[in-house]
């Protein structure tokens, strides 16, 4: 038997306490497809209402970086087409989450409220604080892993501790078997719209820089938001993924996904990158070496959250304490700036530099590079570096980007030993072999032969005035020497108390 449908004169009845509406927090899941707390509002056939809370009145919560603002509010305004065109009420809001969220859920009538979890301690409080008001005022809530792989706390030793070390802990996660296949994404037919609050237009918010708009850089570089992300993905898996294990390193070919900050912002979920791959790998595009590196490096990404949950404040303290009497220098405000700007005169670091400076975004290899470059030659503090890439990157995560800088320095879990310094004129010939790279970061140096481009002070004066180049005018002499800096490096590094 099929239900006539109401006829549309007669009005819709007040909602009974199981049709009351239920409300969906977005935070860092910033997309409609494989989304657990979405689906899971729309599978109770409820009307559903959307928000997202802008949250800088949390004082424990750590601010957005400029780069990252910038994303924010992009990927917002896509957020807020696509669940226009779902006809699913969204709203923005701003303020602090433990007031703002159980007063929105009220203006609602919202019986339910649904989030995809976040692993950050302040994050986890504040949800934890939000959850206890919203369940004392009779509000169900529903929780869910929208952003990762495997829970952080679900994947330990077989002693059941969590684990310290990349390769086991991969392996633990490969023995939990493939994660399940991505949710589709919602149609308009599965939505009913829940009542649409009042909320603020994310130009409001004023994210994106004015004066000075430096953003024109990050516009001409990438699209936030769902789709964004998903041209992107399609990109990579037709021209990057095949090659992937062999030319990853290589700053100079597009061999990358850069799918790093939609997956910060949660436009694309591992887990439908995870199968995305599988699915190419099926019809040819890719073979089994590529797919099973990229999943690794996502699988370097859930390791970096397991060690945030392990060690809440990563961003800020050594994972090794035996770091901490390491007697850093004081940073030196121009040679800060010069490894800021790009003008340390070694090219492949000043490169790197300018690509995060201009794009907002620096390749893997070079970002190594780079900070190994802060730490070991000039001996600044990690937290400088991680604290400018926060700043700079559209990628700053606060899993990945601690872990990485703890990585290099060596006072991380799984660390590079501390007497791996990167040499940057043989990491720039290795990885940039051509000058590729360089040329297209440090204009200046674009028509020194390639045999000099990762040493341009080995050139001899005719042939640097050939090409334009006088150093220490269109282009910097070294500010530092990298061997006697090695030098210092591993004698300071050398007197650390030994390894538990
Ligand atoms: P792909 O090679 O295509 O990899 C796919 C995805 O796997 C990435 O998008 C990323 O989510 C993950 N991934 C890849 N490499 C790593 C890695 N080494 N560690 C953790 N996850 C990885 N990554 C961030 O997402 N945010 C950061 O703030 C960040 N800061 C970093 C700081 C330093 C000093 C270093 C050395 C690395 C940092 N990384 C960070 C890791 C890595 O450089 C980027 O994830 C990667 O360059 C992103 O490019 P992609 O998306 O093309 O990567």
Same mark, same amino acid.
């Given at each position: 038997?099929?239900l ?5 004169e007669?009005?819709?009845p007040m ?5 009351a509406?239920?409300l ?6 910033l ?6 707390a979405?689906?899971a509002?729309l ?34 305004k896509?957020?807020a ?5 779902l006809?699913?009420?969204f709203?923005v ?15 609602a009538?919202a ?7 976040r692993? $950050?301690a302040?994050?986890a ?5 939000v ?8 509000v169900e ?14 994947v ?7 684990l310290?070390?990349?390769?086991p802990f991969w ?5 939990k078997?493939d ?6 994404r ?6 009913t ?5 009042d909320?603020l ?6 994210l994106?820089?004015t004066?000075?708009?430096?953003a024109?850089?990050l516009?001409a570089n990438w699209?936030?938001?769902e ?12 021209d ?13 070919l ?12 949660g436009?694309v ?7 995305a791959?599988e ?13 099973e ?6 699988g370097?990404?859930e390791?970096s959250y ?6 809440p404040?990563?961003?800020?303290r ?12 004081k940073p030196?405000?121009?040679q ?5 700007? $790009?003008?340390?005169g ?15 975004w ?8 780079c900070?190994?470059f ?12 991680e604290a400018?890439?926060?700043d ?8 990945n980007?601690?872990?990485?800088w703890?990585?290099?320095a ?13 040499n ?13 790279y360089?040329?297209?970061f ?13 040493k341009?002070?080995e050139?001899?004066e005719i ?6 180049v006088t150093?220490?005018?269109?282009y910097?002499?070294t500010i ?9 490096a ?7 108390p030994?390894?538990d």
């Amino acid at each position: 038997m099929t239900l006539a449908p109401r006829p549309p004169e007669i009005p819709a009845p007040m909602p009974s306490s199981t049709e009351a509406p239920v409300l969906v927090w977005f935070r860092e899941d910033l997309r409609l497809g494989d989304h657990p707390a979405l689906a899971a509002a729309l599978e109770t056939g409820r009307p559903v209402t959307a928000l997202y809370l802008y949250d800088d009145a949390s004082p424990s919560l750590r601010p957005l970086g400029g780069a990252s603002q910038w994303w924010l509010s992009r990927s917002l305004k896509a957020l807020a087409q696509d669940c226009a065109a779902l006809g699913l009420p969204f709203t923005v809001r701003k303020g602090a989450a433990a007031t703002e969220i159980p007063k929105a859920v009220k203006e609602a009538g919202a019986a339910q409220t649904l989030w995809s979890r976040r692993y $950050g301690a302040a994050e986890a409080k504040i949800d934890g604080e939000v959850q206890a008001r919203l369940e004392r005022a009779g509000v169900e809530v529903s929780t869910f892993n929208g952003r990762l792989l495997y829970e952080p706390w679900e994947v330990t030793s077989k002693a059941g501790t969590p684990l310290k070390l990349f390769s086991p802990f991969w392996r633990a996660c490969q023995a939990k078997g493939d994660p399940a296949p991505p949710l589709p994404r919602p149609t308009k037919r599965d939505v009913t719209a829940g009542p649409a609050l009042d909320g603020l237009a994310v130009e409001d918010l004023a994210l994106e820089p004015t004066t000075p708009d430096w953003a024109g850089g990050l516009r001409a570089n990438w699209t936030p938001g769902e789709a964004g992300a998903r041209e992107a993905v399609g990109a990579f898996l037709d021209d990057g993924l095949r090659g992937y294990a062999k030319n990853r390193d290589r700053p100079d070919l597009p061999a990358t996904s850069r799918m790093s900050p939609h997956l910060r912002f949660g436009e694309v979920s591992p887990r439908q990158l995870w199968h995305a791959v599988e699915a190419a790998k099926a019809e040819g595009a890719a073979n089994g070496t590529d797919v099973e590196k990229f999943r690794a490096e996502l699988g370097w990404r859930e390791f970096s959250y397991h060690l945030l949950h392990q060690h809440p404040e990563l961003a800020t303290r050594n994972v090794q304490p035996r770091f901490d009497a390491f007697p850093w220098s004081k940073p030196d405000p121009a040679q800060m700036r010069a490894w800021r700007r $790009g003008l340390t005169g070694y090219p492949i670091v000043d490169a790197g530099m300018r690509q995060l400076w201009t794009t907002g975004w620096m390749h893997n290899r070079v970002r190594m590079i780079c900070a190994s470059f802060l730490i070991k030659d000039l001996l600044v503090d990690w937290r400088e570096g991680e604290a400018w890439f926060w700043d700079t990157l559209v990628d700053a995560d606060p899993a990945n980007n601690a872990a990485s800088w703890q990585w290099v320095a060596g006072c991380g879990a799984d660390a590079a030993p501390y007497f791996r310094v990167f040499n940057p004129i043989l990491q720039g010939e290795k990885f940039d072999p051509e000058g590729a790279y360089v040329k297209a970061f440090v204009p200046e140096l674009k028509d020194v032969p390639t045999r000099y481009v990762h040493k341009p002070w080995e050139a001899t004066e005719i042939e640097l005035r050939a090409a334009g180049v006088t150093l220490g005018e269109d282009y910097p002499r070294t500010i530092v020497d990298h061997g006697k800096a090695r030098d210092r490096a591993l004698a300071a590094f050398g007197r650390l108390p030994p390894k538990d």
